[in-house]
């Protein structure tokens, strides 16, 4: 069993900062790539950044050069760091992890519960 837990989100205003965290606990050998997408209602979830086991880090368009995405391997752990945030980052933004299980050869995406992010004009 493998968890994804987000925590971070909350109410900021136009401007502000956030950080995004998710931790991966249960039954892990090893987590390739994470990434953090974010969903509106009635809006297909995208992407946002994402970040593999060497560092890689490749962002969407709207959030180049504002978020950071970042990982600790030994606590399994994803960041997301939101600066400059604006109305149009309002969203859920969930947590995606490509595992690997014991006994598996290959992973599997998990994803976190959600954390809502509203920034208010």
């Known amino acids: 069993q493998v968890q994804l837990v987000e925590s971070g989100g909350g109410l900021v205003q136009a401007g502000g900062s956030l950080r995004l965290s998710c931790v991966a606990s249960?039954?892990?050998?090893?987590?390739?790539?994470m990434s953090w997408y974010r969903q509106t209602p009635g809006k297909q979830r995208e992407c946002v950044a994402t970040?593999?086991?060497?560092?890689?880090?490749n962002y969407a368009d709207s959030v180049k050069g504002r978020f950071t995405i970042s990982r600790d391997n030994a606590k399994n752990t994803v960041y997301l760091q939101m600066n400059s945030l604006k109305p149009e980052d309002t969203a859920v933004y969930y947590c995606?992890?490509?595992?690997?299980?014991?006994?598996?050869?290959?992973?599997?995406?998990?994803w976190g519960q959600g954390t809502q992010v509203t920034v208010s004009s």
């Open positions: 995606n992890a490509v595992i690997i299980t014991p006994g598996r050869l290959w992973g599997d995406p998990y």
């Open positions: 249960g039954s892990i050998f090893s987590i390739n790539t």
């Open positions: 970040i593999t086991t060497t560092g890689n880090t």
